[in-house]
């Protein structure tokens, strides 16, 4: 569909300011006005509302931003760039269509847990014979420019048998105070199992009856490449799943995936049943912090004596406003000596897949994050977001910093469970 009228207004509302040039990382690294909010602004709406630009006039001002809404924290106007930009991306995808790569991800492998895992696999394959490294020693990834430089970004794929193990780990829970659904997400499901273990095992610690629903991607991906269509078709089906089940609440400790999740009451504006239904889902969506939080977390830790500082994921702290949770998650820790990083809550250049498109400026907005990471002199840097983990980890290692990155749930995990042992 073209332009939504929201997105016309709002493009309308930008008064050029330029308040929004303190939050915008790619500004910060390149100095160029089109990469602020108000440039792109500028931009979209010469090209989409008045017509005086080509499509391929805004195809880099659209396309290099993170998205990450750092900018809506200082425009008067409250003007949300991020939807914007996915609808500019939307508006651009209709009239130029989708790769094949893009219509196999988003419309094949994200809407089948079972399809996904299995190319999943492809990867450890790759990973056990050494396919990989060989193809970094000679130079093949070189050949597929921004991603074969970004591939060295995904760590290695652990053994993973995909959502149906992670279901079985769920106990039954005496006297359970409370009952959620957990959407565990495409990572947690096939590269970070360990983080959707520890996620189980701290809802169990907190009398938690956890259900493991066979829910899709949220659709944020898809989102980000501008097929709104294929992100509707996802969120439609994780929607259709939560009806069948009696939960208070549906909760995840990935930061992009609540984030989403919580939006799917604004995906179906135009349509008849759906607005209610998408409403009713998103309502009930945590954040695992804001979730324990919420029901009071429980304080019976063991002592983990590490200097730890924490990096905001943008989709937690600009998109939902969740700040201060997991910074009272870590300082509760017993032991913990909490160090605030300078700009914590600037985006990590991460963004999903970004750096797979623009390897260069990726780099160079981590490059700033990793200079205040080492002004911190912290053991551990904590995030909760799997995207961020790995940029942020990939970033400490290059930039030689012994500073560990992780997962909130798998520091928490280890306080609730064996203390001062390493994440
Ligand atoms: S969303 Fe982020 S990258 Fe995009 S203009 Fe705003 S601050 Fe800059
Ligand atoms: S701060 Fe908001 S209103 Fe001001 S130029 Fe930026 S986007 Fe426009």
Not at 94 to 117: A, C, D, T, V, Y
Not at 243 to 253: F, Q
Not at 371 to 387: E, F, M, Q, R, Y
Request: glycine share 6%; hydrophobic share 40%; net charge neutral.
């Amino acid at each position: 569909m073209p332009l939504s009228e929201e997105i016309a207004i709002a493009l309308r509302k930008c008064n050029r300011c330029g308040f929004c040039q303190a939050g915008c990382p790619i500004y910060k690294v390149t100095g160029v006005e089109w990469e602020t909010a108000r440039g792109r602004i500028e931009l979209v709406r010469s090209a989409l509302l008045d017509h005086n630009l080509e499509l391929k006039d805004i195809d880099d001002p659209v396309f290099h931003c993170l998205t990450c809404n750092n900018c809506v924290e200082h425009c008067p106007a409250g003007i949300q760039t991020a939807d914007i930009i996915f609808g500019a991306r939307e508006e651009i995808r209709r009239r130029q269509g989708n790769s094949w790569i893009q219509k196999m991800l988003f419309r094949k492998l994200l809407p089948n847990p079972s399809l996904l895992h299995s190319a999943s696999r492809l990867l450890r394959l790759a990973d056990v014979t050494g396919l990989r490294s060989a193809a970094r020693k000679t130079g093949l990834t070189r050949l597929i420019g921004d991603a074969g430089k970004a591939e060295a970004i995904v760590p290695p794929a652990p053994s993973s048998e995909g959502l149906a193990a992670i279901a079985r780990q769920v106990k039954k829970i005496e006297n359970p105070k409370h009952k959620v659904a957990y959407f565990v997400g495409c990572h947690a499901a096939n590269l970070s199992p360990a983080v959707a273990a520890a996620t189980i095992r701290i809802l169990h610690k907190h009398r938690v009856d956890v259900v493991v629903p066979e829910f899709v991607c949220c659709g944020l991906p898809a989102a980000g490449y501008g097929d709104a269509d294929s992100a509707r078709e996802l969120a439609r089906k994780n929607i259709d799943t939560a009806r069948a089940l009696d939960v208070e609440a549906i909760v995840t400790p990935c930061g992009s995936c609540s984030s989403y999740l919580k939006e799917y009451g604004k995906l179906f504006a135009d349509e008849n049943e759906w607005p209610e239904k998408a409403a009713d889902f998103a309502g009930k969506v945590k954040d695992l912090s804001e979730f324990l939080v919420d029901i009071g977390l429980n304080t019976e830790m063991s002592t983990v004596r590490k200097k730890v500082t924490y990096h905001d994921p943008c989709h937690l702290a600009h998109f939902q406003k969740i700040r201060e949770q997991p910074r009272t998650i870590i300082k509760n820790i017993p032991g913990v000596e909490f160090v605030e990083m300078a700009e914590s809550n600037m985006c990590c250049g991460a963004a999903g897949s970004y750096a797979f498109n623009h390897y260069d400026l990726s780099m160079k907005v981590l490059e700033r994050k990793m200079d205040n990471l080492a002004k911190t002199s912290a053991d551990i840097l904590v995030t909760n977001c799997p995207g961020c983990v790995m940029q942020l980890a990939y970033g400490a290692k290059k930039h030689g910093l012994p500073t560990r990155t992780t997962e909130l749930v798998e520091l928490l995990d280890l306080a609730y469970h064996t203390g001062d042992d390493e994440p």
